[in-house]
């Protein structure tokens, strides 16, 4: 709020920030958004106001001009000095030090006869009497009233379009409306005409236009062309709205830029980042993606403003209504007449109600509505010349039954859906493997880990559309060994390959030809979905062994951000030096990136990589880009990263839900990734990787060890317990025994059950699965034995049975002694 402070090679420095330069020269300082500023921060101006007067972080005063004549001493701040503060009406919280400071004036709401006057005054008088009315009507009904601004943009609007729209689409487009409606595609009665007659009839490749997608793109050059730069594209999730507003850039030859939002990005976060200069070692201000399109006259594409804290949003106000850009370092300018930008969101809902007054008169609001199923059959038609007619009518009919269920949540239906982005993934897998469909359609919908009742209702949709599950359980091992042959790569670098112990067993096999199935047709990114210890990484590692493939691993845990996924810092000869993530390693040398325990990560963290995976580009802090290299928006700008052809994303997770404590990745993001899940292991496959890790282990044992643990499967899937016990823990009894076999199976169990024990209803429920395999860890007797052996050699005694000091060793020499063990002939301590 006062300086901000720049690390250089010649020292610290403080640069003054806005409330400092207007009070030096003299400016009117304007505080927009006052009832928004954090409490800690505006009573940093109270003595400011009050008497001029202001400490600065650099150890300089500010005080006010007649101190300084009196004193010499200080910085005097100007005598035309001014703050004016705005506010909203229905929120002004400030603390009473800080109001009573400031000269109150109330800005009346404007009635419908004044509205209408001044409305008639600016149009260009192409509406008729009756028309105008009725709009401003329209507007002067609304119960929390509208802007004078927004009025007049439907005016304008309606007089350009009257022959294509309704004075009320005229009006919803501007955020007039009682309850958020926006102008769409079904309010278009006639073509509407545009400005832009340099545009091309070449979409984006792999672009399939259709009637409602034409109509998108109209509207939204449709609001250009009446005066606003923005317009915000808001629909569900998977619904073609970036590659819409990708496509559009395209055709009319404009450099688009894709900008990814999410939570945590501040207001400065938007206009620019902080950095390190690789030369000096200076601390630097980079440009992000929305400065430069604002500087450059560019389009930019902000994916994600429902994620934006209200107030970060707002912050875009004087770039986008008033055509101004104050930048943090200090600089400001105007913005080139160019500039477009197209502001991407989901609705606003009753849990997130992100669409505020002020964010409502920032953009031009379109909905983007989904496909209807003539205009996807025609879309996944051209997009999969191979897919077969009888195959396409089964997924249309399964997504019409399902978007017509009815539930009470829209997480529920969400889950329960098919998007635009998850039906070209089953269509791109079906089209090789048009038996599969069933399998396919299973995984996409991740139906192992939903709930009984949704299972259910989806189960019948498969039924009636046709759609069977494949029975074979079997692996075709020479079609997986095909798949291998065709993917296998060439590794510039083995220490990037794992290679893993591995015991090849059908359940997994499957599993393994499912995912190279995905990778084979050219699937960017896979979700990897299962259980703890079922084997998704023993399963990743010995693909990516068998592939050849080099591999980049990421842990993603709890505090992982969107910093520590794109860039490692580290500090080199007292610089702050930012390397290369492991991301950014893999897209640009072709390599798998591993993203493990993605669900632990925040959501957002892991949602970022939509971008890359579905828009193919991604802004780096740094303020680098990276890009595949057959996008329009690339060229020789040393600033972008070419991502290779054969990078691609492996991400594993667990499911959503107790006693998993991750967040539920799959409902989020379910659909921009090819979804896989690993079931728990068949018997046979189970004994057959049990016995790899025991050789020393008997038969019978093992096969006690996998009924045991089938048991306990069944017992998870009915409910009865919670926690899903897994191969994991049945290798590390097998191992236990294979190492300790006079220890016993019931000490090797015990190592596993501990964590229950002390979960009476738990321990119950094992007791009677472990008790019925004839393994009596829950026993009393056992509990007793092991008692009684903790007593007996739980008491730690010194080695020399003694109660007294020992001596040490005669020393007749007095060599030096280094260590506890040198002179005695040891290596030292």
């Known amino acids: 709020m006062k300086q901000r402070k720049e690390v250089t090679n010649n020292g610290t420095r403080y640069v003054n920030q806005a409330p400092v330069r207007a009070a030096l020269n003299g400016r009117l300082l304007i505080l927009d958004g006052l009832e928004k500023a954090e409490r800690n921060v505006l009573p940093t101006l109270n003595n400011l106001l009050e008497n001029r007067e202001l400490p600065l972080d650099d150890g300089s005063m500010l005080v006010s001009p007649d101190v300084y004549n009196t004193h010499k001493m200080g910085i005097a701040v100007h005598k035309d000095f001014r ?36 409305a008639s005054a600016l149009s260009d008088g192409l509406l008729d009497t009756n028309t105008m009315k009725n709009l401003v009507q329209s507007a002067g009904d609304i119960h929390d009233g509208v802007s004078l601004e927004a009025v007049h943009d439907a005016v ?21 409306s009682a309850s958020e409606e926006m102008i769409s595609v079904d309010d278009i009665v006639s073509p509407m005409p545009n400005g832009y007659e340099q545009r091309l009839d ?14 998108i793109q109209d509207l939204i050059l449709a609001g250009f062309d009446s005066g606003k730069r923005s317009v915000a594209l808001i629909g569900p999730k998977g619904c073609y709205k970036s590659t819409v507003a990708r496509s559009l850039a395209h055709s009319l030859d404009e450099k688009s830029e894709l900008m990814s939002l999410y939570p945590d990005l501040t207001a400065r976060d938007l206009l620019m980042t902080r950095a390190t200069c690789e030369e000096t070692g200076d601390t630097v201000w980079r440009e992000t993606a929305l400065t430069r399109a604002a500087k450059n006259g560019s389009w930019v594409i902000l994916d994600g403003i429902d994620k934006l804290r209200s107030d970060t949003l707002t912050s875009l106000a004087l770039m986008i209504e008033q055509g101004m850009v104050v930048l943090p370092d200090g600089k400001q300018f105007e913005v080139n007449d160019r500039f477009r930008c197209i502001a991407i969101g989901h609705p606003s809902t009753i849990e997130k109600p992100w669409i505020t007054p002020e964010v409502k008169e920032m953009f031009h609001w379109i909905e983007a509505t989904p496909l209807q199923s003539e205009e996807l059959r025609e879309l996944l038609s051209q997009m999969f010349p191979s897919l077969k007619r009888k195959v396409l009518n089964k997924i249309l009919s399964l997504h019409e039954k399902l978007d017509d269920i009815n539930v009470d949540s829209d997480a529920e239906k969400e889950s329960m859906q098919l998007t635009l982005r998850k039906l070209k993934h089953i269509c791109k897998r079906t089209e090789q493997r048009p038996s599969e469909l069933g ?73 393994m030809q499912d995912i190279l199935e995905a990778h084979s047709v050219g699937e960017r990114a896979l979700l990897i979905l299962g259980y703890q210890g079922v084997g998704k990484n023993k399963i990743v590692d010995r693909l990516l062994g068998k592939l050849n493939a080099e591999r980049e691993y990421l842990q993603l845990h709890r505090d992982t951000t969107i910093q520590s996924l794109l860039i490692s810092p580290s500090v080199e000869d007292g610089r702050i030096v930012y390397n290369d993530s492991p991301l950014v390693r893999a897209a640009r040398e072709g390599r798998i990136l591993v993203l493990d325990e993605a669900d632990k990560a925040p959501v957002e963290v892991v949602a970022v990589l939509k971008g890359l995976i579905e828009d193919g580009q991604l802004s780096l802090p740094d303020g680098r880009r990276l890009l595949y290299g057959d996008s329009d928006s690339s060229d020789d700008d040393d600033s972008i990263i070419n991502i290779h052809k054969d990078f691609s994303i492996w991400a594993l997770a667990n499911p959503s839900g107790y006693p998993f404590h991750g967040n539920d990745l799959a409902r989020e993001m379910s659909d921009v990734f090819s979804c896989h899940t690993v079931p728990p292991l068949d018997i046979e496959s189970h004994k057959r990787i049990l016995m790899s890790y025991g050789e020393h282990v008997s038969p019978k044992t093992i096969d006690k060890i996998v ?98 000091p020992k001596h040490g060793k005669e020393d007749p020499n007095n060599d030096p002694h280094v260590g506890g063990n040198t002179w005695a002939g040891g290596s030292g301590g």
């Open 202 to 215: 070449n979409n984006m490749p792999s672009f399939v236009e259709t009637q409602t997608t034409r109509g």
């Open 439 to 511: 399998n396919i359609m299973h995984s996409t919908l991740l139906t192992s880990f939903l709930p009984d009742w949704e299972r259910g209702i989806i189960g019948k949709c498969l039924s009636a559309s046709g759609i069977m599950r494949s029975k074979n359980t079997n692996p075709d091992y020479n079609s997986l060994e095909d798949l291998i042959i065709s993917c296998k790569r060439k590794a510039s670098n083995p220490l990037l390959v794992p290679d893993v112990q591995f015991e090849m067993n059908q359940g997994q096999s499957l599993v």
């Open 83 to 118: 703050v004016v503060g705005l506010a909203s009406l229905d929120s002004v919280t400030l603390d009473p030090p800080l109001r009573s400071r400031f000269q109150a004036r109330l800005a009346s709401s404007v009635d419908v006869g004044d509205m209408l006057i001044t």
């Open 707 to 804: 009924n045991v643990w089938e048991s306990l499967r069944r017992a998870h899937q009915e409910g009865s317990i919670i926690y899903p016990f897994s191969v994991r823990e049945s290798v590390a009894v097998v191992k236990h025994l294979n190492q300790f076999p006079d220890d016993g199976i019931e000490d090797a169990v015990d190592n596993v059950i501990a964590f229950d024990r002390l979960d009476d209803t738990l321990s119950k429920h094992l007791r009677r699965i472990f008790s019925s395999r004839g393994i009596s860890v829950f026993s009393e007797e056992y509990i007793t034995e092991k008692k009684l052996r903790r007593a007996k050699g739980g008491v730690s005694t010194p080695k020399t049975r003694s109660g007294a």
């Open 156 to 176: 304008r609007y309606l007089e350009m379009y009257q022959q294509s729209i309704t004075s009320n689409a005229a009006l919803r487009a501007n955020s007039i």
